[in-house]
């Protein structure tokens, strides 16, 4: 897999699934909803942000609810991975699940606004292009780092499913009791 | 080799004789629930795609609460997909506008001990107080969990939490987790908080799941209690099948190991507000109090359940709110609403001006009815007062118990509600 690239959006402790994908914008669509992406911290983020961008942020990265658009509004806007001192576990999953890489690294006077990041999972190394330092990040579990290469869970369960004589549950019973 | 509850549920639910925290196993999951919002209509299209449908339909658990009633073309939109879906995948068990999932869980009998509960949302750890492991996912999560039955995780450490000592008049299993989330912290990713204690002990179900469901709050994936009488008591009450060997089988044994121990004195609390925008932010009532509010607010799962409505009537009863100031009141299920009819609650609310709302996440989840305009205050029965989560981004939220909220109501700016009670108890 090769290597991403981008600038880094930094942020603090503590944001929440609320910044990320604020509740008055969920019933938009997607590419709606990403717009008002952390607006209440950082009104440039979702209009500034370009496809490689990486968000980076300290503790707790994620906290609060399980939506999904959290991280998808992310995806959707171009940011390739994220990268913060820790994470809430269900936005992990979510990220690692559609395909968006979380890694956790304590950016603390390692990542500045704007610096150039490249991240090569596959190496497991983070580099601030601007700085000229390297380090090394946690190797992702095998059955993550795979999932990540097919792009996501989505692409694991169809392979799944694909498999010859996975037995499928029957696709929506159709006429079954409405009752 | 001791264990703890957590790891007992996961070794049964991966088949293997003992696991230990950091394995990562495959678990079998015995209920998926979700709601309007994280549920069917993004479910569907992927279950079509990978050309399956639900695993075991008797199995999965889905309730309209988000998007209920629908106020606009959108909202209706959502909760059509989420009655067809149910209706063409042959769901049983779907929940429509009855109430909050997490509270709908338990009160139809879904919930038993050393259950493995996946939600499609993050609250779903109210369903730990029956000894289950219950923790939320998101959609794509889910969407495997309902197509396949099963997830992939790491085993949890556990912290315990000890909490001794009886609550004082006026303060409740919430201002508990609201002095929690301040004191151990909202960080703890990946582990699971199991409460125990007398005062745990002495608490009913009710109380009990404020404690597990405010384990979002911690971080934890989970707030497990070790059940007890109360537990299967509360469970055949409501329709459940539960052995009485499950009080023996679902606990952690006395040497199990723990990650941290943290121990509570529940008599030295008193009633606490967290100011906006954490629920770490919290304090005694005493520090915020005075602050002016535009509205008071009792909703939620872990707000607006029969003992929260009792409580805000109790401080309200044969009195009258603020001028400018309004109290919504939106019952976690219609089962709430209709035990707080016959019991005289919802009259003595209706009386001191509240104002009754439909049931569901309504404007705690930043939805339907009852949001706030940039530079309004609300207190709140709520379990999150994130910035923006309630309405407009520059909106504050304070959180409080149903006492706290009530007082506050009364007053127009943040109150204790202890003299209130106490004024009660003269006159009674």
Not at chain 1, 149 to 174: C, I, N, V
Not at chain 2, 213 to 225: K, V, Y
Request: proline share 5%.
């Amino acid at each position: 897999m090769s290597a991403r690239e981008g600038r880094a959006w930094v942020f603090g402790d503590g944001i929440d699934t609320d910044l990320l994908a604020p509740g008055y914008a969920m019933k938009k669509s997607p590419a709606e909803l990403a717009k008002h992406t952390l607006e209440a911290v950082d009104p440039h983020f979702a209009a500034h942000i370009k496809p490689g961008d990486m968000l980076v942020a300290g503790a707790d990265l994620g906290i609060g609810s399980s939506r999904e658009q959290a991280a998808i509004s992310l995806k959707t806007l171009g940011v390739s991975a994220v990268i913060a001192k820790s994470f809430a576990r269900i936005f992990y999953r979510n990220c690692m699940n559609i395909g968006l890489p979380a890694i956790q690294f304590d950016p603390a006077g390692r990542i500045h606004p704007g610096d150039q990041l490249r991240l090569d999972l596959a190496a497991g190394r983070l580099s601030n292009l601007a700085t000229g330092k390297t380090w090394p990040v946690p190797a992702l579990p095998p059955h993550l780092m795979t999932m990540i290469e097919r792009g996501g869970l989505m692409a694991s369960l169809t392979a799944r499913f694909a498999k010859p004589g996975a037995a499928a549950h029957p696709p929506r019973p159709q006429g079954a009791s409405h009752d | 080799m001791a264990a703890t509850l957590v790891e007992k549920i996961m070794a049964r639910a991966a088949g293997r004789d003992t696991v230990s925290p950091g394995d990562i196993v495959t678990i079998a999951v015995d209920l998926a629930m979700a709601h309007d919002s994280s549920g069917p209509r993004r479910w569907q299209a992927r279950l079509e795609a990978l050309g399956t449908g639900l695993w075991d339909p008797d199995r999965v658990v889905i309730v309209s609460d988000h998007y209920v009633p629908a106020v606009d073309a959108e909202s209706a939109a959502i909760l059509q997909v989420t009655r067809t879906f149910a209706r063409d995948y042959g769901v049983k068990n779907f929940y429509d506008m009855k109430g909050i999932c997490h509270v709908i869980l338990p009160e139809n009998g879904h919930v038993k001990p050393g259950m493995v509960i996946a939600g499609g949302d993050s609250h779903t750890t109210n369903a730990g107080a029956f000894g289950a492991y219950a923790a939320g996912f998101g959609a794509t999560d889910m969407t495997a969990i309902v197509a396949t039955g099963e997830t992939w995780t790491v085993v949890p450490e556990t912290i315990r939490v000890n909490i001794s000592g009886a609550l004082g008049d006026g303060v409740t299993a919430k201002d508990i987790m609201l002095a929690l989330c301040r004191d151990l912290g909202m960080g703890h990713h990946f582990k699971v908080i199991e409460y125990g204690g007398p005062c745990v002990d002495a608490m009913d179900m009710e109380g009990r799941t404020v404690l597990s469901n405010m384990a979002a709050e911690l971080g934890a994936e989970t707030g497990l209690i070790a059940p007890d009488e109360t537990t299967l008591a509360h469970i055949r009450a409501h329709g459940g099948v539960v052995e009485d060997e499950a009080i023996q089988r679902w606990r952690s044994d006395p040497d199990a190991a723990y990650a941290k121990v943290f121990n509570l004195d529940a008599s030295a609390l008193s009633p606490q507000v967290a100011a906006p925008h954490s629920p770490a932010n919290s304090a005694d009532v005493g520090v915020h109090a005075g602050a002016r509010i535009d509205q008071a607010y009792i909703g939620a799962c872990v707000g607006a359940k029969l003992s929260d409505l009792r409580m805000a009537a109790a401080v309200l009863k044969g009195r009258r709110i603020a001028p400018g100031v309004r109290l919504l009141v939106a019952p976690a299920s219609s089962r709430v609403t209709a035990a707080a009819a016959r019991d005289g609650t919802l009259e003595a609310l209706v009386e001191a001006g509240a104002v009754v709302l439909a049931s569901g996440c309504g404007a705690c989840a930043g939805l339907g009815a009852g949001l706030l305009a940039a530079g309004e205050v609300c207190i709140s029965s709520t379990n999150r007062n994130f910035k923006g989560r309630m309405g407009h981004k520059d909106a504050s939220v304070y959180l409080g118990s149903p006492y706290t909220v009530a007082a506050s109501a009364l007053e127009g700016r943040i109150a204790d509600p202890r003299p209130f009670l106490k004024d009660r108890r003269a006159v009674a």
